[in-house]
C-alpha cells in the first residue's frame, strides 16, 4: 500500500483530500498545526487505521521523521490569507516559502521523489492574456500571497532540476464545496446570518472569478498525476466559465429568502492585490479527458448549503 504525506490536513481542501486518497486505498499521514485547520474536518477518517494525523508546526519543528517510506508529499499547508498579507508580511515568507523548504528536505533525507503543491491563479497577478496559460508571461507580482507561492513554486522546480524529484505544480482558480472556511461565500453567508437585511461587499462587484468544485479539483489532481510524467509538471485548475461576485451574491440570497441591502465599498479591486478578473485556460489538464462535473452556479450552492447546515463554523473567528 503507498504511503502519502498531507500537509495542511485539516484544511478545506486537505480534509477533503485526505479522504479522497483513504477512499483510492493509500495510507495516509496527515501534518497539519491547526492554526487555521480544523480537526473537525477530520472527524469522519481519525477511526481510519490508515490514517495517522500528528499535529505539528513545520515552520518550527524538525519535521523530518514523518517523512520515512512516504511515496509522496501533497503539500498544501499555507498562509492563504491574501486580503491582509501587508499586516502580516512575515506569514507569507515563513508559511509559504520557508515551510516549503523544510519540506523539500526532510523528503530529500528520506529519498522521497515526487510532490503535489497547491499553488494559485494568483502567481499570474493582473495578466494580459485572457484566459491565462500556464507559459504566459509573468506581469508584476500583485500580492504577497502570490509572490510567495510563486517563490515555493521556483524552490520546488530547482530542487527537482538537482535531485531527480518530480513535482505536480498545480495553479487553482478558487475552491468551493464542503469544508469551505475562508473567503467571500463565508463572509456573505456569516454577514447575513447576522443582518439578513444588510450586506457589504469588497469592491464593486463587478470582479469576475471562475470557482471549481473540490470533488472536480481533487479528481484532476489525480488524473493529472498518472497523465504527465515531465520532471516538472505545472498545471492549471479551473473550469470554462466566470461569474461576477454580483452573480454569486443573487445566488447566496436565493438560498437564504433575503433581499438585503448592498453596499459596496472601493472600486474595481476589494483591497490591494484582489484580482478583478481570473479565468484560467484549462486545455492542459482537459487533455487528459478530465472535465469538471460541478458549474459555478452548482458550487455556491452546495457550499452556501453546506456552511447553512454548519452553524458551528460560522461561529468561529
Not at 50 to 66: A, M
Not at 170 to 193: A, C, M, N, P, T
Not at 253 to 259: H, L, Q, R
Not at 265 to 289: E, S, V
Amino acid at each position: 500500500m503507498k504511503k502519502i504525506l498531507v500537509t495542511g490536513c485539516a484544511g478545506f481542501i486537505g480534509s477533503n483530500l485526505v479522504k479522497f486518497l483513504l477512499n483510492k486505498r493509500y495510507q495516509v499521514i496527515g501534518l497539519d498545526n491547526l492554526s487555521t485547520g480544523k480537526k473537525e474536518f477530520l472527524n469522519e477518517v481519525l477511526t481510519s487505521k490508515f490514517f495517522t494525523f500528528h499535529k505539528v508546526d513545520l515552520f518550527k519543528n524538525d519535521i523530518k521523521k514523518y517523512f520515512k517510506n512516504i511515496e509522496t508529499v501533497f503539500h498544501l499547508a499555507a498562509n492563504a490569507d491574501v486580503r491582509f498579507g501587508l499586516k502580516h508580511r512575515n506569514k507569507d515568507i515563513q508559511q509559504n516559502i520557508i515551510v516549503t523548504h523544510n519540506i523539500l528536505e526532510a523528503m530529500l533525507k528520506h529519498k522521497v521523489k515526487k510532490i503535489a503543491f497547491s499553488s494559485t491563479g494568483s502567481v499570474y497577478g493582473e495578466s494580459d492574456q485572457i484566459p491565462t496559460k500556464e507559459n504566459c508571461p509573468f506581469p508584476i507580482q500583485t500580492s504577497l500571497y502570490g509572490a510567495s507561492k510563486l517563490s515555493a513554486e521556483s524552490i520546488i522546480s530547482a530542487y527537482c532540476e538537482g535531485y531527480d524529484i518530480k513535482s505536480y505544480l498545480f495553479r487553482f482558480v478558487s475552491i468551493l464545496g464542503e469544508k469551505y472556511s475562508h473567503g467571500h461565500v463565508y463572509d456573505f453567508i456569516k454577514q447575513l446570518k447576522r443582518n439578513k437585511n444588510e450586506l457589504r461587499v469588497l469592491g464593486d462587484g463587478n470582479q469576475r472569478k471562475s470557482y471549481l468544485n473540490i470533488e472536480d479539483c481533487l479528481e484532476a489532481m489525480h488524473i493529472a498525476m498518472k497523465y504527465y510524467k515531465d520532471d516538472i509538471n505545472i498545471i492549471n485548475l479551473g473550469t470554462d466559465e466566470h461569474c461576477t461576485v454580483k452573480d454569486s451574491i443573487k445566488t447566496i440570497c436565493k438560498i437564504m429568502g433575503t433581499k438585503p441591502r448592498i453596499k459596496y465599498k472601493g472600486g474595481k479591486r476589494g483591497w490591494i492585490g484582489d484580482n478583478p478578473f481570473i479565468y484560467l485556460d484549462t486545455k492542459k489538464i482537459r487533455a487528459t479527458g478530465w472535465k469538471p462535473k460541478f458549474t459555478i452556479k452548482d458550487s455556491i450552492e452546495i457550499t452556501s448549503n453546506y456552511l447553512l447546515r454548519s452553524e458551528w463554523l460560522l461561529k468561529k473567528k
